[in-house]
């Protein structure tokens, strides 16, 4: 798999709601004028709808293509949301049930070679779909949204422990003896839109234990999440054995996510860490272990500091970095 409150936050909710209202009149007319939408685009987004990582061998997986529509979405970019949506459908959509391959490697005589998803891809393609669908008046993508969040309930919830516990996956997570869990992955803008679509009783319990879980993913004695947790208990939740206990590449959108689904508490170690490096008259560093206290001897990539800008009010990065992650982690920053 790739390392790589209830509602919208206000701002957010605003903005979509606006484009929505606007969308559907002026249709394909309407004026694209998000430099750094463009820039992203033009950068990572091939023309059949591919999005390239750029940091990974030119790979693309169900991660990015998500990340394309929700941003085009944003930027009212139907062209460009169309291309991706279909391509990530027809390459990336498996047969047996509505998610998605997670990895596309166009070096390989299998470009698609593991069928097993990425849950926050796929997270983040149903919510795409889903608003698409209502602001472009598409029946068909609101129809694929519903069949995207269905198998998403069906296929990567795990009852275990007295939880509702959201998979990163469909195979290698739920273990007989733990489960491993990505806090990253809560993509709260994206489940905070299900409940609006399928109601509080489907995804209020799988919401509510996410949000126990964050909070109990706290560790070392700056109370920081990291990449990977095992829960093997109700409360028992610790770094996942054999994976680096980092807040780090995948962790950092803990927050990122955090903010943009307006759940302050879940920001506030984070920030306050980020906040305590800056009073020392240090960079941030890009990583750090939560076990050992061991730091990345570089900082925070240029997406880093763009989330770092948008949770403490640091000044953010004036320029859209040339790397896909990195770039990525910027355009989110600034939904």
């Given at each position: 798999?790739?390392?790589?409150?209830?509602?919208?936050?206000?701002?957010?909710?605003?903005?979509?709601?606006?484009?929505?209202?606007?969308?559907?009149?002026?249709?394909?007319?309407?004026?694209?004028?998000?430099?750094?939408?463009?820039?992203?685009?033009?950068?990572?987004?091939?023309?059949?709808?591919?999005?390239?990582?750029?940091?990974?061998?030119?790979?693309?997986?169900?991660?990015?293509?998500?990340?394309?529509?929700?941003?085009?979405?944003?930027?009212?970019?139907?062209?460009?949301?169309?291309?991706?949506?279909?391509?990530?459908?027809?390459?990336?959509?498996?047969?047996?049930?509505?998610?998605?391959?997670?990895?596309?490697?166009?070096?390989?005589?299998?470009?698609?070679?593991?069928?097993?998803?990425?849950?926050?891809?796929?997270?983040?393609?149903?919510?795409?779909?889903?608003?698409?669908?209502?602001?472009?008046?598409?029946?068909?993508?609101?129809?694929?949204?519903?069949?995207?969040?269905?198998?998403?309930?069906?296929?990567?919830v795990e009852q275990r422990y007295?939880?509702?516990?959201?998979?990163?996956?469909?195979?290698?997570?739920?273990?007989?003896?733990?489960?491993?869990?990505?806090?990253?992955?809560?993509?709260?803008?994206?489940?905070?839109?299900?409940?609006?679509?399928?109601?509080?009783?489907?995804?209020?319990?799988?919401?509510?234990?996410?949000?126990?879980?964050?909070?109990?993913?706290?560790?070392?004695?700056?109370?920081?999440?990291?990449?990977?947790?095992?829960?093997?208990?109700?409360?028992?939740?610790?770094?996942?054995?054999?994976?680096?206990?980092?807040?780090?590449?995948?962790?950092?959108?803990?927050?990122?996510?955090?903010?943009?689904?307006?759940?302050?508490?879940?920001?506030?170690?984070?920030?306050?860490?980020?906040?305590?490096?800056?009073?020392?008259?240090?960079?941030?560093?890009?990583?750090?272990?939560?076990?050992?206290?061991?730091?990345?001897?570089?900082?925070?990539?240029?997406?880093?500091?763009?989330?770092?800008?948008?949770?403490i009010a640091t000044p953010a990065?004036?320029?859209l970095d040339t790397d896909y992650?990195?770039?990525?982690?910027?355009?989110?920053?600034?939904?």
């Amino acid at each position: 798999m790739p390392v790589d409150r209830r509602t919208f936050s206000l701002g957010m909710l605003m903005a979509l709601t606006a484009a929505c209202n606007t969308g559907a009149s002026q249709g394909r007319a309407q004026a694209v004028t998000d430099g750094f939408w463009t820039a992203w685009r033009d950068r990572f987004v091939a023309p059949e709808g591919r999005v390239v990582d750029t940091g990974n061998g030119g790979i693309s997986h169900s991660e990015g293509q998500s990340y394309g529509m929700i941003l085009a979405l944003r930027a009212g970019d139907r062209d460009a949301f169309e291309r991706i949506a279909k391509w990530t459908q027809d390459t990336l959509g498996r047969q047996d049930m509505a998610l998605h391959s997670w990895r596309y490697d166009p070096r390989e005589a299998i470009r698609v070679s593991d069928p097993n998803n990425a849950t926050d891809g796929d997270l983040v393609i149903a919510w795409a779909l889903g608003q698409a669908g209502e602001r472009w008046q598409r029946s068909d993508w609101t129809k694929r949204a519903q069949e995207v969040r269905e198998a998403i309930h069906t296929h990567c919830v795990e009852q275990r422990y007295g939880r509702s516990l959201l998979l990163p996956g469909v195979v290698g997570f739920a273990e007989p003896a733990q489960v491993l869990v990505n806090p990253s992955y809560f993509v709260w803008p994206a489940l905070d839109h299900f409940v609006q679509m399928d109601g509080d009783s489907t995804w209020g319990p799988v919401i509510r234990d996410a949000e126990v879980i964050t909070r109990l993913a706290r560790f070392g004695p700056h109370h920081l999440p990291c990449d990977w947790v095992s829960i093997t208990g109700k409360n028992d939740v610790a770094p996942a054995p054999g994976k680096p206990p980092r807040f780090g590449y995948d962790a950092i959108r803990v927050p990122l996510y955090a903010v943009l689904g307006g759940r302050p508490d879940l920001v506030q170690p984070v920030a306050e860490w980020w906040r305590s490096c800056l009073s020392q008259h240090r960079p941030i560093p890009a990583w750090i272990d939560v076990v050992t206290g061991e730091e990345a001897n570089y900082p925070l990539s240029t997406g880093g500091a763009a989330i770092a800008g948008r949770i403490i009010a640091t000044p953010a990065p004036a320029a859209l970095d040339t790397d896909y992650f990195s770039a990525s982690l910027q355009m989110l920053a600034r939904l």
